[in-house]
């Protein structure tokens, strides 16, 4: 009986502690990927968003961090816990695309604000948008698109192009070929997870292409570089940041030296918040920052920068504060279109030897104050 | 699509099959002598690539580097065996089912632990690395032909083991009659645990291998294991030949049928559907030849037991 009373009290306590943050400042439910195999991204988001609430000095945002295993079904089960037990009124967090189409609609549809810090499947900014949904990081699309703008301004004329067979390859094959002018030597798609392209190689050598292009994210990307580089074969390679970023390339090695990819952020763009961003985030974790951690940063202070003029209790005011972006981002300009997704400019990097590491450095923009493709499909 | 490109091809069907038959290997063993259902294979094989990431970052040496690998991985093997495993081969296989994917789990948490969460560096050394000209002109890297090597090496190795030793024998007796051997005085627990450190130093050396050309990453051994046990149902459970065979039909099957299946449907389909359908159609592939298999020869190709 007792114990039956203790622990109904310890139960009721939790109740009350949840409650009570109600009051004041504001509650962040973050669900990410912090194990597994994509632990990597989720751990940089997590780490970039921290970094920046840490810096801003304010104590009255609280956030609560769960690890969602790449899942969609424990992401939904933590979506709903967040919303209806821990009552959160900002949600984050999820880096891929088949989560976020598991969870977004739905706490959008909750009355909640969602800012996605990666993730932005072609649904959320087309006719699937929600006037609560933002994206501070791009629509899907936006890389390969600037990958195909770059191929065609390099005076490629013949890619050879390869992306999983799965919705996101399928959007990244569809984006390259909606800038690039050229022909195509030859479109393949592998399978999701797939680890040994010497097939897909061989048949790149007996193609007569001039340029490959691939999207092949993590170690779908470090297997086909290293293998690509040892097979011989000495065509350009242009790809989108997600095989290039800074977890990864320590793995690919030389290999990689040289590959032209497409991103929105590097640690070389020239404002001084996103010099102050490399140096401290190093500073704090002893790494180079990623793009995802870059992203994770500018989240926050996006977050940051709305509650300043408005809280998210007054729904209209908050979603105002946010379509203004009023922050300074890594990115330097930034601005939402009319689906809250980004418009922004889009470079090319190269990948280079720094020392013992190896990064990237800006060589040109691909892109300039680029939207996406599915903005006029959106109405709120 | 020309000659060389299908012989160019079939190496690498054959290169990927050599490579699944040093997981498929050590798993038949596993399960033919012991009935053990390991699940935590997979997760030998990430040992063994994670070990000869460490050992060739810190040494240089590549060969330094696969000796670390099956090291690494044949110990861990023992711990496993005589921590967990050898609690539970009197249990059914659910139990087993159930311990070994929590080993998984272990594994694979513990790995992150140790090493982070971001992949690890391994390349093929210098004087593997690039293509060589192989008669007739095709241009093949010559690592994938250093792992043809290795994997028939292994398996000439491991048919000798098996048909000519006395190890072998009382491993033969061991698939036949466990009870029996037992009675005739041979030391069983003492046999498991060697079977079971063999196999996982194979997983092991079969991760340090792929891993030069993959990416090292924790969750790396689970996709292999699948393909592993289709090979091993394929072959038929507990032999060594048929584990083999197996690996060389099924890598054949997925490289051959990734190629080949969407140029076939180009023929009676738009372009952009046959690719799409094609390349779904391959991926299913290995899994209706493993069908097909079962139909004909429900105890796999050279399955003793029904």
């Keep these: 009986m007792k114990l039956k009373t203790l622990a109904l009290s310890a139960a009721l306590m939790a109740l009350a502690g949840g409650a009570s943050a109600d009051g004041h400042g504001v509650k962040v439910g973050m669900i990410t990927t912090l194990s597994g195999g994509g632990a990597g991204l989720g751990i940089d988001v997590r780490d970039g968003f921290m970094l920046a609430i840490a810096q801003s000095g304010r104590d009255d945002i609280e956030v609560i961090i769960e690890d969602d295993q790449r899942k969609p079904d424990v992401a939904v089960q933590l979506a709903d816990k967040m919303i209806q037990a821990e009552n959160v009124d900002v949600m984050t967090g999820i880096i891929w695309s088949n989560l976020a189409m598991a969870v977004v609609p739905s706490a959008t549809a909750q009355g909640k604000f969602y800012l996605s810090p990666n993730a932005g499947p072609s649904a959320l900014a087309g006719a699937g948008c929600h006037e609560n949904y933002f994206n501070v990081a791009w629509q899907n699309d936006n890389l390969h698109e600037a990958a195909g703008a770059h191929a065609t301004s390099a005076g490629y004329t013949n890619s050879f192009i390869l992306a999983p067979n799965y919705p996101a390859g399928q959007d990244a094959l569809t984006g390259y070929k909606r800038t690039y002018e050229g022909a195509l030597a030859g479109e393949i798609f592998t399978q999701l997870g797939q680890t040994d392209y010497a097939a897909e190689i061989a048949q790149i050598r007996a193609s007569d292409a001039d340029s490959v292009f691939f999207f092949l994210p993590g170690g779908m990307g470090i297997s086909f570089l290293k293998q690509y580089a040892d097979s011989g074969i000495d065509l350009p390679v242009v790809g989108p940041a997600f095989s290039f970023d800074q977890g990864i390339l320590q793995a690919v090695g030389d290999a990689a030296l040289g590959v032209v990819n497409t991103s929105q952020w590097n640690k070389d763009i020239d404002n001084p918040t996103n010099a102050a961003f490399v140096e401290t985030f190093q500073a704090e974790y002893d790494r180079l920052p990623s793009l995802y951690a870059s992203q994770g940063f500018d989240t926050a202070n996006l977050l940051i920068s709305a509650l300043e003029t408005a809280s998210p209790s007054d729904a209209d005011a908050f979603r105002a504060a946010l379509q203004a972006a009023d922050f300074d981002s890594t990115r330097g300009d930034f601005a939402f279109g009319p689906n809250h997704h980004p418009i922004q400019d889009i470079y090319a990097r190269e990948v280079i030897k720094e020392g013992d590491i190896y990064t990237n450095k800006i060589i040109g923009v691909a892109l300039e104050n680029h939207g996406d493709a599915y903005a006029g499909d959106c109405s709120f | ?306």
């Design chain 2, 1 to 306: 699509m020309t000659t060389l490109l299908i012989i160019e091809q079939v190496l690498n069907g054959l290169q990927f099959g050599i490579m699944l038959f040093l997981m498929a290997a050590g798993l038949t063993l596993i399960f033919g002598v012991m009935g053990l259902i390991n699940l935590a294979h997979g997760s030998l094989y990430m040992v063994g690539a994670f070990a000869a990431a460490a050992v060739a970052g810190l040494t240089g040496s590549f060969v330094l580097a696969l000796m670390a690998a099956m090291a690494a991985a044949a110990i861990a093997g023992v711990l496993v065996e005589t921590v967990v495993i050898r609690r539970l081969y009197a249990a059914d296989h659910l139990d087993q089912v159930l311990a070994t994917f929590a080993l998984i789990l272990i594994f694979s948490e513990g790995t992150r632990w140790v090493f982070g969460s971001f992949p690890l560096f391994l390349n093929i050394p210098a004087y593997l690395s690039g293509p060589i000209t192989l008669p007739g002109g095709i241009e093949y890297p010559l690592y994938r032909l250093f792992l043809i090597g290795i994997g028939l090496l292994v398996a000439a190795g491991l048919g000798l083991l098996i048909t000519r030793t006395r190890i072998g024998i009382q491993i033969r007796a061991g698939e036949n009659d466990r009870e029996m051997i037992a009675a005739l005085g041979v030391d069983i627990s003492r046999l498991y645990t060697l079977v079971f450190a063999l196999g996982a130093a194979l997983a092991g050396l079969a991760g340090a291998l792929v891993g030069a050309i993959q990416s090292v990453q924790v969750g790396m051994g689970e996709p292999v294991l699948i393909l592993a046990f289709v090979v091993i149902v394929i072959g038929g459970i507990g032999s060594i030949k048929g584990a083999l065979i197996g690996s060389i039909l099924v890598g054949l099957t997925d490289t051959l049928g990734g190629i080949f299946l969407p140029q076939l449907f180009k023929l009676f389909m738009e372009p952009a559907t046959a690719q799409t359908s094609g390349s779904a159609l391959a991926s299913m592939a290995i899994y209706i030849l493993m069908a097909a298999v079962l139909i004909w020869r429900p105890t796999g190709l050279f399955g003793a037991r029904a």
